[in-house]
């Protein structure tokens, strides 16, 4: 295989939370480091506050990435300002995090976090808010809850839409299809041909194999020595 046919159908290396290699997860400052050093594309999480605002963060609760307790959905916007990241950030919002993404060569796989609480009409806020930012790549949508995933259908049948799964997948492609979904993202590779982003690769011995067999996407929180080894597989393809 050459180089320039490898190079058409590459990984795509994506930022899992930013980059938490080297700065707080989910923190704007990551975000606008992988951003200034072209990275493939960005994933994180999105919550919403008591008073219907978007915001980043992985988890339910603040408890584990900021100075405060408690869980988001209990918190207005205000009331969660006044907690910090690890770097003294506020806690960002959706739509601050689209700003850093505005016209920028990066793909957007954005996951809602409703697997444990389900956001009211959290998709009736979000796809609006992406669809106000210019973005030069269609956004990938993904979740642990199928149920999200077909309520986004129903406000736009157009989307990437990908179910996010920690078992494997019988007969993959078949789902897929039936629930008229993109593709999946699974915790471990998948021997199927839909379409998958494994996620989180940040292991070398696992990211060459999934180069190696060309998979859509892996998530990792190691992007740059992942950017190196990626080069390095094609050197050797």
Known sequence: M??????????????????PAKFPENSLAGFRYVVAHQIDGVEFDVHLTSDHI?????DETIDRTTDGTGRI??????ELRQFKLSNGESIPTLDELLDV???????????????????QDIEKIVMPMVNQHQLL?????????????????????????????ENDVPKAQEFVKKER???IHPHHYQATTATQRVWTVNDDQEAQQLFEKNVAGIF??????????RKNVQIAQ
């Open 2 to 19: 050459n180089t320039q046919s490898n190079q058409a159908i590459q990984t795509k290396i994506f930022g899992h939370r930013g980059y």
């Open 181 to 183: 979904l993109h593709g």
């Open 54 to 58: 978007p915001v980043i963060m992985h």
């Open 220 to 229: 990792t929180n190691r992007f740059e020595d992942m950017v190196q080894l």
């Open 101 to 119: 993404f505005e016209n920028k060569d990066v793909w957007i796989n954005l996951e809602f976090k409703t697997d444990n609480i389900a956001y």
């Open 73 to 78: 959905v209990d918190y207005t916007l205000a």
């Open 137 to 165: 790549h269609p956004v990938i949508y993904s979740s642990f809850n199928l149920q999200t995933l077909k309520n986004c259908m129903q406000l736009d049948a157009t989307q990437d839409y990908n179910w996010l799964t």
